[in-house]
């Protein structure tokens, strides 16, 4: 039986050109700044997004706790929707690693909410409460169903938090499909964060990596906390080869891994319309007991809490696949 996994955009493999290019990839010990192909990438995604620098991580879990710990230190919070990755993917690692404490706001689409944001905001009033430091939004969101925020929304909370002296930490693990889907410049996004995380290895393909974004003091200061947390990593160009690689390969195409979405949403019953980038969420009372349906069917999907299934198109299915999928599901 073949089977397509719908899981993750996380489950590609390294197409054969992109081996090639970590094949011929120039390298150096990074430790010592001496990897000229990490610093190509560093350099690149920075000026893709407006910066002035840019870190490579091994995850994006650990560009997230650098990013964030940028900006909140110990006994300070951060607030962000409650779906967040931040709050629930990263197995706690901003309390347990970094002493931040957070508080959220629920939105169904993972949306900012100024007004929900502006009842939580917590000044710092001296020796009574956590003071927040930093909100962290996510785009798209994936736990909303690869929700798009849309950049007016961003240039809101960016004024809202200067007002308030607090900094905005973007969650940009799939910042391209924002990008992609809606035609805003990755730069515009840039310039609503004071930090941002983002993936190479999602929806672009490459097997390992991720980038913090920010001012060149921060960023030579996460360089810092990456060696503390043993994410000093060598000779790896290899790896940041295959980041240069999907950004000069893997971007444009996201737009298919959309269109399939679509079609999967279709035939799951749930509206195309309410589809914006590579993920598909829907309720069933059964999510865990369909999932297994699904497997037994030779196709891949995942429960992403008791009553919602999650399906993410990415680069290793084709349209065909995604039209097998979705009769599969239709049929189900
Ligand atoms: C996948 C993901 C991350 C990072 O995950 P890693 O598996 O640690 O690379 C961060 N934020 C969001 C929204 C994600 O989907």
Redesign the pocket.
Known sequence: MTVLDLRSD?VTRPTEAMRAAMARAEVGDDVYGEDPTVRALEERVAALFGHEAALFTP????A?VLAVGLVVAPGQEVLCEARA?IAR?ELGAHAAVSGITMRTWSHPRGQVDLAALDDLFAPDLGPFFVPTAAISV?NTH?FAGGAVLPLADLQALRAFAAERGAAVHL?G??IWNAHVATGTPLAAYGACADVL?V?L??GLGAPVG?LVVGPADLVAEARIRRKRLGGGMRQVGILAAAGLHALDHHVDRLADDHDHARLLADACGADPAGVATNIVTFDRPDAVAFVEKARAEGLLIGAVGPRTVRLVTHLDVTRADAEAAAKVLARL
Do not use: L
């Open positions: 996380t995850t994006g879990s650990m997230n990755h993917a996510e994936n969650d693990a799939r995380a993936c290895s999602k991720s």
